[in-house]
Structure formats: C-alpha cells, structure tokens
DNA sequence: CGATGTCATGATATCGGTGTCATTAACAAT
DNA sequence: ATTGTTAATGACACCGATATCATGACATCG
C-alpha cells in the first residue's frame, strides 16, 4: 500500500506538501497540486486514518451504542425501527466526515464496559446511546465522563438527550379525531410503567381538554402487559370495557396492539373503519401500511430524533452548542392518516376546518 | 491519556515489557506483570488502537456495507428484518477481536465508492456485503480485489457468498403441511424476477413431488407487484383465482402478503385457520406473532447468515479457508408453526409421523 | 566445564502521517 | 532602501504502539 513518502517522491515534493494538498491547511501551487494529485491516482494511495489520528489526535469516529441491532429481548421484539435512527444519525455524521463505530450491547447492560473499552482504544470523539424505546436509563460512571448523548432515552443527571414528543403525538392524534367527529375515543394504553404511557394520556386529556370534550373515564384502559404471555387475554378484556362505553374509534398503544384488535374486532364481527375507527402509534410501517384497511397512526420519528442527536453531539465536540440550548430537546413526527379512521358527523364548519389541518 | 510509557515509568519497565503484559507475546515475571498491571489501572490506560495499527498493520476492523440501515426503498420497506444478520455478524466478529465499521449506502449504489474510501482509509482487513433481499449485484472492482463475502447476495464471479435456502425453507413448509393432511395448497408467489421466487416454488414442487401429490397448476398465482401501487388489486384477483381452485391453505410469499390475505379472507367470511389455513415466509415476528391467529411461517435465518458469513470472512482474512469449501453456502431456517395452520384428515400414521418432526 | 537453550527484559528503529518552525522569493508598505 | 507580509515549500520531530535484535541470568546437556 502506497505511502505519503511514495506519493511525494512520485511528485517530486516533500512528504508535507502532498498533506497540504489533502488538507488544505496551507496554499500549495496549481501546478504542485495538479502532480501530487496525479500521483495519487496513479499510486492509488489512500491516507492512514491510524497515522493521521495518531498525529492530529483525532479519530473521526462516534461511536454509538445501542441495544436495537441484537435486541433479542426475550419478550418483545420491539426497537427494529430503531434502525431508523441510527440511519437519521448516520447521515448527519457522513456529512461532518465522522465515521460511526457501532457496538451492540446484545441487549444486556452487562456487555457495555468491553464495548466502551472498544471504544475508548479507538479514541472516540463522542458517543450516542440509544434505547430501544423511551425509557429512563442510568449511565455507568465512565460513561458519564466522555462526551455522550442520549437518544430515545434521559437520565436523572441531565445529559443531553433528544427524545420523541409521545405528549405531543397523542395530542396530534385525538386532535384530529375530534376534528374529525369522533367524541367517543377509546385509548388502549402501554402498561403504566411505561415512560411514554404518562406522557400519551396527558397528550390525550389536553387534546379533549381543548376541544372541549368530556372524557368518559371507562374509555381509557391498560391494554398490554409488559410480558406477552397473558397479553391476548389481558388485551380482550381491556377490549370488552372500553366497548361497554360505546366508543367510535379506539387507539391503541402501538401498532402492534392495533393489528391485534384488528384480529378481535372482526371475531366480534365490527368492520373497520364502518363501524369502529382504529389509530395506533408508531407508524411502523410494515404494519400500518399492509393491514387492511390502513392503519392510522401517529409517527415516532425516528429517523429525525438521530439526524437531531448527532446534531447535538456534534456540537458538544466543537464545542459550539449555544449555551441557552437546553439539554432535553423533542422531536415531534406527524400523524399518518389511513383509512382505518372513518370522518363522522361532518358539517360545513368541521369540514373547513380540516381543510386549515392539512 | 495515559500512553505505554507512562505505564513502564510507573511500574518501573520498558514500555515494551508492558506491550508484552498486554499481547502475552513473550513470557513475563508475575511480580513485572503484577506492577505492570496496577500502573495500567491507577493510569486508566487505554491502548491506542491506532498507533497499534501502525505498527502492526492490523487494524482490527471490518467493514460492513448495507443498505438496510437506511433503505429507504420508495415502495418497500422490506430490508428491516437484515439488521439480524448485522446482529449476527457483530457476535463473530466482536469473539475474533475484530470491530465492525458499519456504512450505510442508503439503498444508493453511487456512495458506495465513498464509503470504500472510509474503509479503505482504516484498512478494514475484510468487507462483508449485506443485501435487504435474496438478490444478485454486481460489484465495482474496487471492491472485488479486498476480500470480500457476500450476505443475503450473490455475483456472477462466484465471490464467496452466504444465501438463504429459500428452495429448503419451502420445501420444508409445504412438506409440513402436506404432512399435516393438506393436499390443495395454494401458493401465492413473490413477482417472478425475485431471485427467491424460482427457488421457492421448486421448493413447493419437490415437497409435492417427494409425497407423491400432484399439483393443480391454478393453485400457484403471482400475488404480488415490486411496485405496491396496484399490490391490493392484484392480490384480490390472485387470491380470487386460487379460491376457485379450492385450496384448504394458502401459503404467501412473505408474511406482509400474509396478513393482507388475513384481511381479505375476513371480508370474504373465510375463518382462519377454521375454514382455510394460512402461512407466511420470513417469520417475520413482529407480523407473525401479533396476528390472530398466529402466522405459520418458514423463517429466514438473518442470524444464522450474517454468523455464518462473518466466519466465512474470518477464514479468508485468516488463510484457513478450507480449499474444499464452496464458495457458496446455503443457510436453512426452521419453520414456525402457529395456530394459522389447522391440521385435516388425521390418522394414527400421520400422528406418528408429526411426532417425529418436532 | 564449555556449549547451548530458555527466560526475562531492554534499546532502538519504525509504522505514516501532521505540527512546528525555518526558509526563500516575490511583492507591498513605509 | 528597509521592513513587513504572504505564498510556497521543506526539514525535522513526534504521535504511541510493536518488531527486531541484543543482552544478562540461569538451567540443562553431553
């Protein structure tokens, strides 16, 4: 493999000259530059990141943990979109000539130290960590001292961190609902102790709140378990008692749910959207795209929240994040309207509003 | 940072006696390795991978090329499930000591020269080549002359390659459910020029062939488009067309089909699995386990894949390739049998039969 | 007992770049 | 004419490891 030293004989320069021209830290003369660059093709030399690093002390690379790529979570298979960050992420890095390194934690926290040594050999210039969904996480203390922000995940030592605006969506959501006629909206929610949990009903409350609808507190019920194995039986249930209340449509906590109550909503023989709308959350779209009807539902913007967060570290590094930025930033995605959602009751003032909507 | 010298000043050794600690390439006192150990930890010494790189021309890394990570396909957003095969990979890999550098070509060809570059730049010793579907590429040159293995793809230069037995998944479903008394199965096929379409259907046809059933050549339709845009309309017709064959299960070309057939058989009033069976392919989980009922499907082995091609690419950097070895290797995946498939007809030997199976 | 081998360690060169400083020529400003 | 400034380039040291070779202390062997 062909060196600077071979490049600058070929060119008839000295060794230094031919990294001006790579670098661009000093004036070199057209016709220098034009030689040393012909000689680089014709060496086919390519610059050792090692050598360079080694020098300059700095590697170019971020790494990045997550959990996403081997969550072989043992209940859930949730965190494949995830891959969508990373890829929001990547991008971003690409374009500041930063190289990604990612490590796999496999899902267990316990493999974090090796890969952060990893890491730490490689000289990172930051880290970005990734949970697989809005969650609060504790960082190990050496990770704490290195440059790092937190996607999809905070901690209680406010590092920086971007998370998904879950108020906001379900806001977005019930909002265009009641736009849209509905006043007898159903939420089948994650489990409690989920962290977007709280935040989606407070979403849900303040959309009824300004519209001015009253909620019919039996509508809203837990519909899934943290662990699949009575979650049919749960999720039937759940189904039973908000369809006590009469409800027009119903949301769910995610996608995954609503192609579940797809399933139990025709086994009860209720067609959707004619008889009973259904939204979701997530808008995963291999799933809301190819139910039938199309699903509803509100995005998680995951491609958005990693191009957001490598923004954010990025700035860390050269040091030019604005001293009033805050540490806690949200990133808000649209709602996917589909034909799983019926418009009811329409009159002429609801339809010009919805006009302003889109 | 802490370098190898101040680990030999504070324990009191030449820096390379504490490289010998470190690489265990010669023999050392334990009393040396002892204090050489404990400077290294009250320094919280990190070894410089690149200055190690430098000198020993070894950098450790592997690059791997994939368009999953950020296929953003206009019409299709398989490709998500190859982030298994990444998981795979990075196991192997991260037990050789090696670290993944990850590229995303973003599903674009025409980046991949510059991620070469970043490659190439930190003198990957191998590249693993990830495609999002069983398919065959062409590679540029520049990537034909590094050693190089192919996942999810193959070439027409017989490059080392790692594929799916898509003729064995199926053979093995169809068997299955031949087996499980079924003898008018439908198949609803991938569009033909997919490279898994030919081999599936052989795999269908030796399974009918080998259990000495014939095959109603209206049982085997197109079901789907590479564009989605009329996808609904041609499936409504294919499946139309097989109905009228009177198949007792169907089985679809990916569990996406699956469950748009899912809601087509409801709109026709069609039970499942009751008064007709349904499998999938690609076990797809978050599809496969969430529809009710559970979607019988053969699975594609993304894991298994990316293990077996990082092992594959492992012996080519490390010479001991096995001569006798293919170049080719084909990787077989279980089938999941879900509620979605009912048994028919069943007698003592078919019992007995199914017994041995699982 | 000298020759040879093994253990344990150090001295030195080197990997391939870039940072620092020096040098020269040309030209502008004083 | 003197000084200062900028363009264009090179010499040299150095980043932090490891490869190579050398060395001294012992142990083993014929």
């Known amino acids: 493999m062909a060196t600077i030293y071979d490049v600058a004989k070929a060119a008839g320069v000295s060794p230094k000259t031919v990294s001006r021209v790579m670098n661009g830290d000093a004036p070199v003369n057209e016709k220098t530059r034009a030689a040393v660059e012909t000689a680089m093709a014709q060496l086919n030399y390519v610059p050792s990141s090692a050598a360079r690093t080694m020098r300059s002390q700095r590697s170019g690379l971020i790494g990045m943990i997550t959990g996403a790529i081997s969550a072989v979570h043992e209940f859930e298979d949730a965190g494949l979109p995830e891959i969508y960050l990373v890829q ?11 190289t990604l390194l990612i490590a796999d934690s496999g899902g267990r926290a316990d493999r974090i130290p090796a890969l952060l040594q990893t890491f730490r050999e490689h000289r ?13 996480v504790s960082l190990p203390q050496s990770l704490r001292d290195g440059r790092i922000v937190l996607a999809n995940c905070f901690d209680a030592e406010d590092t920086p961190c971007v998370l998904p605006d879950d108020e906001g969506g379900q806001f977005a959501l019930v909002d265009g609902l009641i736009r849209r006629g509905h006043r007898r909206i159903a939420y089948l929610t994650l489990p409690e102790h989920y962290a977007a949990c709280a935040l989606r009903v407070s979403g849900y409350r303040r959309a009824h709140a300004e519209n001015g609808v009253e909620i019919d507190e039996r509508l809203i019920q837990v519909g899934a378990l943290p662990s699949p194995t009575h979650e049919f039986d749960l999720l039937w249930d759940a189904l039973d008692r908000v369809l006590r209340a009469e409800p027009t449509v119903i949301c769910c906590a995610n996608d995954k749910m609503a192609m579940r109550v797809y399933g139990l909503l025709r086994e009860r023989g209720l067609a959707i959207p004619r008889e009973m709308s259904v939204a979701g959350y997530d808008d995963y779209r291999t799933i809301a795209e ?26 860390l590094i050269t040091g030019t994040q604005r001293p009033a930025e805050a540490n806690r930033e949200l990133v808000s995605g649209p709602v996917a309207w589909r034909d799983s959602v019926q418009s009811r009751d329409f009159n002429i003032t609801q339809l010009s509003t919805r006009r302003k909507e889109t």
């Not at 929001?88 to 000539?97: D, K």
């Not at 990172?124 to 609060?136: P, S, T």
């Open 124 to 136: 990172v210039e930051g880290v970005l960590y990734v949970a697989d969904y809005h969650q609060q």
């Open 88 to 98: 929001g992420a990547q991008r971003v890095f690409a374009q500041a000539n930063r």
């Open 290 to 315: 190819h139910l039938h009807p199309g699903l509803t539902s509100a995005q998680l913007p995951y491609a958005a929240m990693g191009a957001r967060a490598a923004d954010k570290l990025l700035r």
